[in-house]
């Protein structure tokens, strides 16, 4: 998506220099040659990062500054300026400029500072969104009647105002990161962003680069600097998901940075100070992992300050009743279904099954289910053979043969054409999701498909 820059300066060769070199280096460039101007279009148009002047013949950059935090609080704006003083410099920071830069300016280090905010005004929009998203999962990954939940939830609410590093443990499709993301918004840093990463999804000649940030030249490729997610976490919180995924190499590093504090870049010299809370999960036995040489000891003690252990869902199934009226509502409303019912049949099915896959497999059972039930009601026959037979349920049941008899073979594959068609609709199409959605393979998904285009 294209970046637009706004500059705001009465001199037109200064506008006319940030037009053309940031739009070679692919901006949108809107200009404005005084306050009043700047003003005007701050109300129409939307931006990514406003660099003013200070001082203009109609005004002051404040008035600039003070109008477009006004309307758009969450977009960066730098100060230029020739008349540098530490006053006008403070003042500025208070009004909440992002950075403040003096004429004559270096051209590369104007290029990497605006380049710089825009990423952090991506990540805190990105931040503004996942805010959204939790306020709407909170209210059913923790709808929950179960003793063994309580403790949990009340360790949240003490923990979320300390500084102290957390490890959640957990089997997969549990919630983890949710968790996080609630300690993170109790947290006195919730205005702050909150960032994830996956310590087990990324190669691990990639890894440290992407926690470290790197500087131009450190390595093939390396084009320009590059912020590292210890640093975009500033203020806020950085999830380490799936720890007993990382290296032994990268465990010493992270030791290094919650002893000191500081990072370096990958291919620099200066230590950089950062502030922020530092979280982890893990779906491993760690105590295991370090007995085994597979996890440092002296790091597991470090972030197990306060540990927390999170149930799987089968040892809290009286949330199983709940969990389902509430994917029910969300699934019926995504696809403009009426409200379905679940029969108790099915509901004791559910309670039955042991659910390996946690919440998550029950929130994607629940969606094929709304998915592809034509009825009003959802009966054992929707249910999946695998958890039918898990739970010892036959596999044929309540269905009726006319008298006459008919096609069973005809009948089979009409019933496999119209469940084909629909997953392809509900998945706009993307093959490999519907396949998911059907608990097929994709390659028999393929051959499925196959018989009926012929």
Known sequence: MTKTLFVVDDEQSMCRFFELTFTHLGYRVITASGVSEAVGIIDKEKYDV????????D????????ASKKKNPDTPVLIMTAYASTDT???????GASDYLTKPFNVEEVKLVIENQVRTSALVKENIQLKKQLKQVQSFEFISNSEVMRPVLAMIDRVAQLEATVLVQGESGTGKELIMR???????????????????????????????????GAFTGADQQKMGLFE????????????GELPL???VKLLRVLQEGKIRRVGGQREINIDMRIVAATNRDLEEEVTEGRFREDLFYRINVVPIELPPLRQRSEDIPLLVHHFVHRFCSKYSEPIKEIHPEVMSALLK?????????????????IALTVDTVVRMEHLSPKIRQVIGAPIVHDISIPEVGFNLEDHLEGMREAYLKKSLKI????????????GISFRSFRYYLSKVKK
Not at 50 to 57: C, I
Not at 232 to 243: P, S, V
Not at 357 to 368: A, D, F, I, K, S
Not at 427 to 438: F, H, I, M, S
Request: glycine share 8%.
């Open 89 to 95: 410099a403070i003042e500025a920071m208070k009004l």
């Open 249 to 251: 190499h990268m465990q």
């Open 50 to 57: 406003l660099l003013t002047d200070m001082k203009m013949e």
């Open 232 to 243: 975009a976490a500033k203020g806020g919180t950085l999830f380490l998901d799936e720890i």
């Open 182 to 216: 609630m300690i993170h918004e109790k947290s006195n840093r919730s205005q702050g962003p909150f960032i994830a990463i996956n310590c087990g999804a990324l190669p691990e000649n990639l890894l440290e680069s992407e926690l470290f940030g790197y500087e131009k």
């Open 59 to 66: 005004g002051q950059g404040l008035e600039v500054l003070e």
């Open 427 to 438: 998945c706009d199409g993307v093959q490999t999701k519907a396949a998911e959605l059907l």
């Open 353 to 369: 099954y042991q659910w390996p896959g946690n919440v998550r497999e029950l929130e994607n059972t629940v969606e094929r289910l």
